[in-house]
């Protein structure tokens, strides 16, 4: 229950400019939110993609974007 509520929490805090890695491995950056749909454009290398939040790994996501020690 902890894990879906943090989850949630992390899709609903995406922003415009996040970087970020799907839970299939594909890394890419946020360019476009939609609340109707709850979805996100993903650019990436290859052109922008459209994912469902829910597709955005959290831990991965938040590795990423970790400090560099």
Request: hydrophobic fraction near 35%; charge should be positive; glycine fraction near 6%.
């Amino acid at each position: 229950m902890k894990r879906q509520k943090q989850e949630k929490k992390f899709a609903a805090e995406l922003k415009r400019g996040d970087k970020i890695i799907t839970k299939s491995g594909m890394h890419g950056k946020v360019v476009e939110l939609n609340d109707k749909d709850y979805s996100c454009v993903v650019e990436t290398m290859s052109g922008k993609i459209k994912f469902d939040r829910s597709a955005i790994s959290m831990e991965m996501s938040k590795k990423l974007n970790a400090p560099a020690k």
